[in-house]
């Protein structure tokens, strides 16, 4: 599993022979957030991206986030300030209109207290404004227990070309069924988005929120997941 960030990056340095489109994004978000837990700290996050993409639809990319998940001292604190993901996959299209991709990542998170790396594969099904996911990995955060996900998203193309979109996902597994032992819990997340383009400058504004109650709960500084605004801007050069 090591070898995966060696290999993504050894397409990325191949890219200009490929003759295929590189990309790079750089975005700053009021909260760095995934599935509708947050990673930052309740503080903003800066995050930098770099693709390759192929003729065939083939992709590989790295993504660098700073996070912060755990105040200093917590019991629970695994050190890590920075998330470093690499990916690869294939997306593709039928004559029907019908989208189709696979995706692996490869989540990791230097400078850590302990090993929490792990990798994910996803799938994903479109067509027209619609899209649908799924997502698995069988040691969520080097646990050695099971994560699934499942997600849905519509986009309506409103005037002044903003893009409206609802969105709504599900975890499950072994992990979130194991409370006691995890601290996690089964639940369902949900978002509602609007972006638009302002030249070169893409904005997004969200409310995010999940359905996580009780002991589960969470409004404050660390790891949050009761609803919010989340305000986001990114270029892509």
């Known amino acids: 599993m090591k070898s995966i960030p060696f290999v993504v990056l050894a397409a ?16 700053l978000t009021s909260e760095y957030q ?7 700290g309740n503080k903003p996050a800066l995050s930098l991206s770099l693709n390759w993409l192929g003729d065939s639809g083939a992709f590989v990319g790295a993504w660098a ?25 294939y997306n593709g299209q ?35 404004n619609f899209n649908s996911y799924f997502y698995y990995t ?7 227990r099971a994560s699934r996900y499942v997600a849905a998203d519509y986009t309506f193309n409103l005037p002044l ?9 599900h975890a499950f597994g072994d992990y979130y069924r194991r409370r006691d032992e995890t601290g996690g819990h089964e639940y369902t997340t ?7 383009s302002f030249g070169p400058i893409d904005t997004k504004l969200s409310w995010v929120d999940t ?13 949050r997941n009761d609803g919010r605004l989340i305000f986001a801007v990114s270029h892509t050069f």
């Open 190 to 196: 949900w978002e509602i988005a609007l972006k638009r």
């Open 65 to 89: 986030s700073s996070t912060d998940s755990f105040k200093s001292g917590d019991p629970y604190d695994d050190g890590a300030k920075i998330e470093l993901d690499y990916c690869a996959g």
């Open 34 to 40: 995934t599935r509708g837990i947050g990673y930052s």
């Open 211 to 223: 359905d996580l109650s009780g002991r589960f709960f969470n409004d404050g500084e660390y790891l």
């Open 94 to 128: 039928l004559e029907n209109g019908l989208r189709y991709g696979v995706i692996g990542y490869y989540y990791t998170f230097p400078s850590t207290n302990y090993n929490i790396n792990y990798a994910e594969v996803g799938f994903s099904l479109g067509y027209g």
């Open 12 to 27: 990325l340095g191949c890219a200009s022979a490929a003759q295929a489109e590189i990309s790079s994004t750089v975005a």
């Open 161 to 169: 070309d903003v893009d409206l979109t609802f969105m709504a996902g």
């Open 138 to 144: 069988p040691d969520l955060i080097s646990t050695s």
